[in-house]
């Protein structure tokens, strides 16, 4: 009896030691994102958003629905981050307005010994900057994170990309409808990281800071896959539903019930928040109005509102109950980065540009994201935005 309960114990502890470890339990990620500048005038920030602005009203590609998620350049400003693709690294630019991750601008992107060519091409056009090519998937690693078997667009050939490999998409995967041959959607990064309980959800933070003076590369911005990074914020986040209608509802969009400028209301509008886009674009009526209360014009040569005198309101956006506001200081270009995009001194400009009167003319970019913590949560289908510190 006594050598059968002996036996029994090991046996039973055997058994204990041969169980399997426990699965790692879904973390928040969190990633530096470096600030690059490759402009010399305002009028490029205005033309790669202008440009940006025409294929958000035109996604219809000549030969693939859905084709296009708008112009993505570094012909002017953009945070971009390291990503790891087959064990080899490349600089991709950090994009919420399109979906496709692929490389190759720069450095030749091939397949590693753990990727596959799926025999696929893939193109998209991005108004100032597209890519076409093959698409094959390989490891690809962010944040301390790998996803096996990522779709990856490897260009053979590109055009309005300078000094970086790409792009990593975090769009909608909407966006992706068309872009690869033989396949209808394919699943983004952040999607794959969710699926394989890499993450706890499906949610990206996002933090950009303003940049003082005329450096051109500073590692100011964070990128959260997973959740949020409360010491990026103050308060509390403020969230509102993603838009379900409309041409801004296939990108992150969102409706501003009201703008205003100190006491003044100047209208409302639905748009798309934007991390590829440097200026805040608004309807033409609200820009109108805007300039008309704060004693502004649009400059001959910056393309920007413009001031003899400084104006000295607040500007605001109202999304549902919530009222977030820019100061002038946040609002207008700072006097020491005038030589940097060729504007005159003796006068003020303001990050504001007309985005026309139809289809989708908001634009939420850079220029308020740096003083805002934003938050794109596919799993609730909603956007978040709290005070950036």
């Known amino acids: 009896m006594h050598t059968f309960t002996s036996l029994s114990v090991l046996a039973a502890a055997a058994v204990v030691a041969a169980a399997p470890a426990p699965a790692a339990s879904p973390k928040v990620i969190s990633v530096p994102l470096t600030l690059i500048k490759n402009v010399e005038s305002t009028s490029g920030l205005l033309a790669a958003g202008e440009r940006r602005l025409a294929k958000f009203n035109n996604r219809v590609g000549s030969l693939k629905p859905r084709q296009s998620s708008g112009a993505v350049t570094n012909e002017d400003v953009s945070y971009v981050a390291e990503v790891n693709i087959g064990g080899t690294g490349y600089t991709l630019i950090v994009d919420t307005g399109s979906s496709n991750t692929w490389c190759g601008a720069q450095n030749a992107c091939e397949p590693s010994s753990s990727g596959q060519s799926t025999g696929n091409s893939v193109s998209v056009d991005y108004g100032s900057g597209s890519f076409s090519g093959t698409e094959y998937t390989d490891n690809v690693s962010f944040g301390g994170e790998t996803v096996d078997g990522q779709s990856i667009g490897s260009a053979s050939t590109s055009s309005g990309f300078s000094g970086v490999d790409g792009i990593i998409g975090f769009g909608p995967v909407d966006l992706t409808e068309g872009t690869v041959s033989n396949t209808n959607e394919v699943p983004t990064f952040m999607n794959n990281l969710y699926s394989q309980g890499s993450i706890p959800t499906e949610v990206l933070g996002v933090s950009f800071r303003p940049e003082p003076g005329s450096s051109t590369d500073s590692t100011n911005g964070e990128l959260t896959l997973g959740g949020t990074d409360p010491s990026k914020y103050s308060g509390s986040i403020s969230y509102h539903p993603k838009l379900t209608s409309g041409e801004a ?42 300039l008309k209360a704060s004693g502004g014009t649009t400059g001959s040569q910056s393309g920007l509102p413009t001031y003899s005198k400084a104006p000295t309101q607040n500007f605001y ?24 995009f060729g504007l005159a001194s003796g006068k003020y400009y303001a990050w504001f540009a007309n985005g026309g009167s139809s289809g989708v003319n908001l634009i939420i970019g850079q220029k308020f994201l740096e003083n805002y913590y934003a938050v794109f949560d596919t799993t609730n289908q909603r956007i978040g935005f709290a005070t950036g510190v």
Do not use: H, M
């Open 249 to 290: 509802s296939a990108y992150w969009g969102i409706a501003v019930n009201k703008f205003s400028y100190g006491g003044s209301s100047l209208g409302s509008g639905n748009g798309i928040v934007d991390t590829g886009t440097t200026l805040i674009y608004l309807p033409t009526s609200v820009y109108n109005a805007f």
């Open 317 to 340: 956006f109202t999304f549902g109950s919530t009222t977030l506001s820019l100061t002038p200081s946040q609002y207008l270009v700072p006097q020491d980065q005038y030589s940097e």
